[in-house]
């Protein structure tokens, strides 16, 4: 896989494109967006019409594999990336999730593996295991016509040995997180020479999970002459400078972020305390009209936990995280899209990029982890111009944060009251004349079903003497099933409870006084978590994001379930989830930030 030098003669989008060759730097639209000013008929020059993959130079193999997928164009960030890709150059490019950046650079890098070298040539970084598992999945169902490529997913968490036989016995492409890549690199078990191509995917996440570090050290490590990519959603400083220092000449392609659909979304927040956070879920959920919801929770036990609870209650519900395997991901999907199940629920990292049309409500049962994943977590509703509701879950303690997801929004996040029984039962009253009048105005599918069914009705009448009235009654009882209760009338005293808890926060907001009690002082601890000591400070130029990394990664812990992290000059304290498995504490044990094991421990 030569590295041919950048060249003048690039293949790019458009003609116009093609006269700023020399400083190329690509802003494009997103799919979205084209696809609306096409359907406007305005700027059409910006589209490229040439249809298909076959101008990109691919061979047979992948051509068919890409057609047996599906995919009939490439997105605006493939037509950009893959003819430099192919060419060999570096590239940054600004894109999210959703816009096919994935097939971007796999596709160009899995044509350009030469066979016969026995160690990796392509070495993909993402920020967690979960996109490191997502990305690998790809390269998998693209290398279908490239049957000699083995691709490797390398995380913490998943047995170590099993990975080294992997690789020792011949992988093409490695797929992983930062820190088991260095682990491997430093055992020898990764032998990075022949690496011919390195991807930094979603390089401000790992940026902000404090690997950055940990990708410098992996770059120092592999042959100067190298392809290097880099993508991110983002582009602080910190990336700038990285691509700066180790991208040579690269193309610069940037996807413009979808416009911003919030305002057809209305958003909303309930206070209330965790313990009754289900009881509210079943509540909210009890309002909402048969459409699509998804339901955002912190981890993946939490997502099990939910649609068990709600299945109970009846509700048409699967799960999304990261356990799920691909292919039963993409059943989901497809049943939520046509009405299979009705409600979601998933986290973060397994829902990225859904999109499907008929979501109506998500629901943020646990905060997300930043105002970024909010916009991205409520994005999932009001999809193709339909309107959507978006309902965020906090505590008293989490208020403080509302501004933050407000100025991300763009948008007021109103302050909803917890549905009570008064509004649940006036909800399921107007249910039910709303299905009546449905039924009342469509005809039975058959004319003899009909007749069948008027004949029952005639006969009722006139043997037991009964109104119209009565026998219209008789039939609503019969739909409703004898055993159902019409009105909620469960106890609602902690609803009112919740409200006035919820009102005197109100007006200490608004006084600005005692904030201080919704921060966590220095010696609190969360009623869930319990505190542990890692043997890494100050002296070792340690960072909370470094802890947070590792610990995401080598423990499986969502990121967003590390609670509070104080460092010190030789040791720090972390706040992890109660009822951490023995195994998972073993594993941690032996994890390394700064070259240092954690040697963890828990602080009584
Ligand atoms: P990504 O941005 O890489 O997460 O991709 C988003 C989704 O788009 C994935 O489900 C891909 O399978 C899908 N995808 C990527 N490229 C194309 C394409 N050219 N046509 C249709 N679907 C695509």
């Given at each position: 896989m030569a590295k041919t030098k950048s060249t003048k003669d690039i293949t790019s989008l458009d003609t116009s494109e093609k006269s700023n060759q020399s400083d190329f730097n690509k802003v494009i639209d997103s799919l979205e967006n084209q696809e609306e000013k096409k359907e406007n008929g305005k700027d059409k020059q910006v589209i490229n019409i040439e249809k298909g993959f076959d101008c990109f130079g691919f061979s047979e193999g992948l051509i068919t594999t890409l057609a047996n997928k599906g995919y009939v164009d490439p997105t605006p960030i493939q037509k950009a990336a893959i003819p430099e890709l192919m060419l060999g150059r570096d590239l940054l490019g600004q894109a999210q999730t959703g816009t096919g950046k994935t097939a971007a650079f796999a596709l160009p890098l899995l044509e350009r593996i030469n066979n016969k070298e026995q160690h990796p040539q392509v070495l993909v970084l993402t920020p967690t295991r979960e996109l490191a598992m997502q990305v690998a999945e790809s390269f998998k169902a693209y290398s279908e016509g490239h049957p000699n490529i083995k691709i490797l997913a390398l995380y913490g968490g998943s047995d170590f040995r099993s990975q080294i036989y992997s690789l020792k016995r011949g992988i093409e492409i490695v797929v992983g997180t930062p820190g088991r890549v260095m682990d491997h690199i430093r055992q020898g078990t990764?032998?990075?020479?022949?690496?011919q191509c390195l991807v930094l995917d979603e390089a401000d996440e790992m940026l902000r999970m404090g690997f950055i570090d940990d990708i410098e050290w992996i770059l120092e490590q592999l042959p100067n002459e190298r392809q290097m990519v880099l993508f991110s959603a983002t582009m602080p400083p910190e990336i700038r400078r990285l691509s700066k220092r180790y991208l040579k000449d690269p193309a610069e392609i940037t996807i413009?972020?979808?416009?911003?659909?919030?305002?057809?979304i209305r958003q909303r927040y309930i206070t209330m305390q965790n313990s009754y956070k289900l009881e509210v879920l079943k509540r909210v959920l009890e309002l909402n009209l048969g459409e699509g919801v998804i339901i955002f929770a912190r981890t993946k036990a939490i997502t099990l936990k939910l649609a068990e609870s709600l299945e109970a209650s009846k509700h048409n519900v699967a799960v999304l995280n990261g356990d799920v395997p691909q292919n039963l991901r993409e059943r989901t999907v497809e049943r939520l899209k046509n009405g299979g199940i009705d409600v979601l629920v998933a986290t973060d990292v397994a829902a990225r990029g859904l999109d499907v049309e008929r979501i109506s409500l998500v629901i943020n049962y646990d905060m997300p982890f930043d105002s970024e994943a909010y916009v991205h977590r409520i994005g999932r509703t009001g999809r193709a111009g339909r309107t959507g509701d978006a309902i965020l879950f906090i505590s008293p303690r989490e208020r403080s944060f509302l501004g933050n997801l407000e100025r991300a929004g763009g948008q007021k996040i109103e302050k909803m009251e917890i549905p009570n029984n008064e509004t649940i039962n006036k909800h399921r009253v107007e249910k039910i004349k709303k299905d009546l009048i449905r039924n009342a105005s469509s005809k039975r599918k058959t004319s003899e079903e009909l007749s069948l069914l008027k004949g029952i009705v005639d006969e009722i009448e006139s043997e037991l003497e009964l109104t119209s009235k009565e026998i219209a009654l008789a039939a609503l009882n019969l739909a409703l099933g004898e055993s159902t209760t019409l009105l909620a009338s469960d106890d609602e005293n902690w609803i009112n409870q919740a409200e006035r808890y919820s009102r005197s926060n109100d007006r200490r907001d608004s006084r600005g006084r005692n904030r201080r009690r919704h921060e966590i002082g220095p010696n609190s601890n969360d009623k869930d978590k319990d505190r542990f000591r890692v043997e890494v400070g100050h002296r070792d130029r340690v960072k909370p994001g470094n802890i947070v990394g590792a610990i995401a990664n080598e423990a499986g812990i969502n990121g967003r379930m590390i609670g509070r992290i104080q460092i010190f000059e030789n040791y720090s304290l972390v706040d992890l989830p109660k009822g951490m498995p023995t195994s998972i504490f073993q594993n941690l044990k032996k994890v390394k930030i700064m070259n240092k094991e954690l040697n963890i421990n828990r602080q009584n």
């Amino acid at each position: 896989m030569a590295k041919t030098k950048s060249t003048k003669d690039i293949t790019s989008l458009d003609t116009s494109e093609k006269s700023n060759q020399s400083d190329f730097n690509k802003v494009i639209d997103s799919l979205e967006n084209q696809e609306e000013k096409k359907e406007n008929g305005k700027d059409k020059q910006v589209i490229n019409i040439e249809k298909g993959f076959d101008c990109f130079g691919f061979s047979e193999g992948l051509i068919t594999t890409l057609a047996n997928k599906g995919y009939v164009d490439p997105t605006p960030i493939q037509k950009a990336a893959i003819p430099e890709l192919m060419l060999g150059r570096d590239l940054l490019g600004q894109a999210q999730t959703g816009t096919g950046k994935t097939a971007a650079f796999a596709l160009p890098l899995l044509e350009r593996i030469n066979n016969k070298e026995q160690h990796p040539q392509v070495l993909v970084l993402t920020p967690t295991r979960e996109l490191a598992m997502q990305v690998a999945e790809s390269f998998k169902a693209y290398s279908e016509g490239h049957p000699n490529i083995k691709i490797l997913a390398l995380y913490g968490g998943s047995d170590f040995r099993s990975q080294i036989y992997s690789l020792k016995r011949g992988i093409e492409i490695v797929v992983g997180t930062p820190g088991r890549v260095m682990d491997h690199i430093r055992q020898g078990t990764l032998i990075q020479e022949a690496l011919q191509c390195l991807v930094l995917d979603e390089a401000d996440e790992m940026l902000r999970m404090g690997f950055i570090d940990d990708i410098e050290w992996i770059l120092e490590q592999l042959p100067n002459e190298r392809q290097m990519v880099l993508f991110s959603a983002t582009m602080p400083p910190e990336i700038r400078r990285l691509s700066k220092r180790y991208l040579k000449d690269p193309a610069e392609i940037t996807i413009k972020s979808k416009k911003k659909e919030a305002q057809l979304i209305r958003q909303r927040y309930i206070t209330m305390q965790n313990s009754y956070k289900l009881e509210v879920l079943k509540r909210v959920l009890e309002l909402n009209l048969g459409e699509g919801v998804i339901i955002f929770a912190r981890t993946k036990a939490i997502t099990l936990k939910l649609a068990e609870s709600l299945e109970a209650s009846k509700h048409n519900v699967a799960v999304l995280n990261g356990d799920v395997p691909q292919n039963l991901r993409e059943r989901t999907v497809e049943r939520l899209k046509n009405g299979g199940i009705d409600v979601l629920v998933a986290t973060d990292v397994a829902a990225r990029g859904l999109d499907v049309e008929r979501i109506s409500l998500v629901i943020n049962y646990d905060m997300p982890f930043d105002s970024e994943a909010y916009v991205h977590r409520i994005g999932r509703t009001g999809r193709a111009g339909r309107t959507g509701d978006a309902i965020l879950f906090i505590s008293p303690r989490e208020r403080s944060f509302l501004g933050n997801l407000e100025r991300a929004g763009g948008q007021k996040i109103e302050k909803m009251e917890i549905p009570n029984n008064e509004t649940i039962n006036k909800h399921r009253v107007e249910k039910i004349k709303k299905d009546l009048i449905r039924n009342a105005s469509s005809k039975r599918k058959t004319s003899e079903e009909l007749s069948l069914l008027k004949g029952i009705v005639d006969e009722i009448e006139s043997e037991l003497e009964l109104t119209s009235k009565e026998i219209a009654l008789a039939a609503l009882n019969l739909a409703l099933g004898e055993s159902t209760t019409l009105l909620a009338s469960d106890d609602e005293n902690w609803i009112n409870q919740a409200e006035r808890y919820s009102r005197s926060n109100d007006r200490r907001d608004s006084r600005g006084r005692n904030r201080r009690r919704h921060e966590i002082g220095p010696n609190s601890n969360d009623k869930d978590k319990d505190r542990f000591r890692v043997e890494v400070g100050h002296r070792d130029r340690v960072k909370p994001g470094n802890i947070v990394g590792a610990i995401a990664n080598e423990a499986g812990i969502n990121g967003r379930m590390i609670g509070r992290i104080q460092i010190f000059e030789n040791y720090s304290l972390v706040d992890l989830p109660k009822g951490m498995p023995t195994s998972i504490f073993q594993n941690l044990k032996k994890v390394k930030i700064m070259n240092k094991e954690l040697n963890i421990n828990r602080q009584n």
